[in-house]
């Protein structure tokens, strides 16, 4: 029976295994790419999706933003050329999102009859006519439960 081998931590397993080791340099390299994106063209969310050769492939969230990247793609290019990245192109993919669900609303509960009531005794010692008139369209709308 053999031995267990020693055991070691993940990353240094996949430092170790070449695929993997290029996937974490191809991955640091992109997520500095997307930084260096950020600060070339804040508050549009752009998302690096891959780097072709040339190429960077972003994800834009719509197609107007896809539109106004590609017309100041030069000055994004440059502004990524002099943080030392050589790219001449790039390309658009569609970034697909999930819509938020809103959850339902749940239904208000009545005041109760004791707040009503409070109300309605506000509204008697209320000066201000409009103020007393509000209250009592207020109270007027949750009339007391009919006693069963």
Same mark, same amino acid.
């Given at each position: 029976?053999?031995? %267990?081998?020693? !055991?070691?931590? &993940? ?8 695929? %993997? /080791?290029?996937? =974490? ?5 992109? !997520? ?10 804040? *508050?549009? =969310? ?6 072709? +050769?040339?190429?960077?492939?972003? *994800?834009?969230?719509? &197609?107007?933003?896809? &539109?106004?990247?590609?017309?100041? =793609? ?7 050329? +002099?943080? =030392? ?6 390309? %658009? ?16 509960? /009545?005041?109760? &009859? ?6 309605? /005794? ?13 209250? +009592? ?12």
């Amino acid at each position: 029976m053999k031995p %267990f081998p020693r !055991t070691r931590n &993940a990353s240094s397993w996949l430092r170790n295994e070449p695929v %993997f /080791a290029a996937l =974490g340099e191809q991955a640091a390299r992109l !997520t500095a790419l997307q930084a260096d994106l950020e600060q070339a063209m804040p *508050g549009l =969310g752009l998302v690096v999706v891959a780097l072709e +050769r040339d190429t960077l492939v972003v *994800g834009a969230a719509h &197609a107007a933003v896809a &539109a106004k990247v590609r017309q100041i =793609g030069p000055t994004v290019l440059a502004g990524l050329a +002099r943080r =030392g990245w050589k790219i001449e192109k790039i390309r %658009f993919k569609p970034q697909w999102r999930p819509v938020a669900v809103v959850a339902p609303r749940r239904p208000k509960e /009545a005041p109760s &009859a004791q707040a009503i009531a409070a109300i309605d /005794a506000l509204s008697d010692r209320i000066e201000d006519p409009r103020l007393r008139a509000a209250l +009592r369209r207020l109270a007027s709308r949750h009339p007391p439960p009919d006693p069963a």
